[in-house]
T-cell receptor
Framework: DVKVTQSSRYLVKRTGEKVFLECVQDMDHENMFWYRQDPGLGLRLIYFSYDVKMKEKGDIPEGYSVSREKKERFSLILESASTNQTSMYLC???????????FGQGTRLTVV | GENVEQHPSTLSVQEGDSAVIKCTYSDSASNYFPWYKQELGKGPQLIIDIRSNVGEKKDQRIAVTLNKTAKHFSLHITETQPEDSAVYFCAAKWAGSYQLTFGKGTKLSVIP
């Protein structure tokens, strides 16, 4: 069974903290993505990676960075967490061509 | 970039009735149109997809239609059941892009 696993289901962090969200996929997919999901706004792309050490900005990259040192792992980093980054974060992976994107279960991050 | 509009934002139907969700896209170069279902507490999961060389695709009670001229596509669920209650997202992707652009979602409630 294919799997995208996010390291935490729920996180509570303080304003100003550096936050790491981890995602691992076991499907040998080239592409990996980080989305943010907010009510009424749908899924918005933060960053994506099409290869190891490669990254591209999505629609809302401000305040975030990413790291992909290994093919199976894609990390989202909040350099200095702020309350407006309280959200559900979803990781996904896919093959390079027009095929299904597989999502993790999500990490609900609360910044207080 | 691509823009995807999804309607309605909420939809309530009686069990056994049909449900239709509609999406429009802006980029005529888009050629891949998936639909995702997100149940409470889970990540989105692909339920059906269609490519631009096909006008309709069916999978049991679910069908998707694509009108390239009008740049819209629709999800049809027949004989709805309570377990169909979820949030549904449409998305679009063009051949030169890595990323999916999502609609804002439709919350479907099937009333027993």
């Amino acid at each position: 069974d294919v799997k995208v696993t996010q390291s935490s289901r729920y996180l509570v962090k303080r304003t100003g903290e550096k936050v790491f969200l981890e995602c691992v996929q076991d499907m040998d997919h080239e592409n990996m993505f980080w989305y943010r999901q907010d009510p009424g706004l749908g899924l918005r792309l933060i960053y994506f990676s099409y290869d190891v050490k490669m990254k591209e900005k999505g629609d809302i990259p401000e305040g975030y960075s990413v790291s992909r040192e290994k093919k199976e792992r894609f990390s989202l980093i909040l350099e200095s967490a702020s309350t407006n980054q309280t959200s559900m974060y979803l990781c996904a992976s896919s093959l390079p061509v027009n095929t299904e994107a597989f999502f993790g279960q999500g990490t609900r991050l609360t910044v207080v | 970039g691509e823009n995807v509009e999804q309607h309605p934002s909420t939809l309530s139907v009686q069990e056994g009735d049909s449900a239709v969700i509609k999406c429009t896209y802006s980029d005529s170069a888009s050629n891949y149109f998936p639909w995702y279902k997100q149940e409470l507490g889970k990540g989105p999961q692909l339920i059906i997809d269609i490519r631009s060389n096909v006008g309709e695709k069916k999978d049991q009670r679910i069908a998707v239609t694509l009108n390239k001229t009008a740049k819209h596509f629709s999800l049809h669920i027949t004989e709805t059941q309570p377990e169909d209650s979820a949030v549904y997202f449409c998305a679009a992707k063009w051949a030169g892009s890595y990323q999916l652009t999502f609609g804002k979602g439709t919350k479907l409630s099937v009333i027993p």
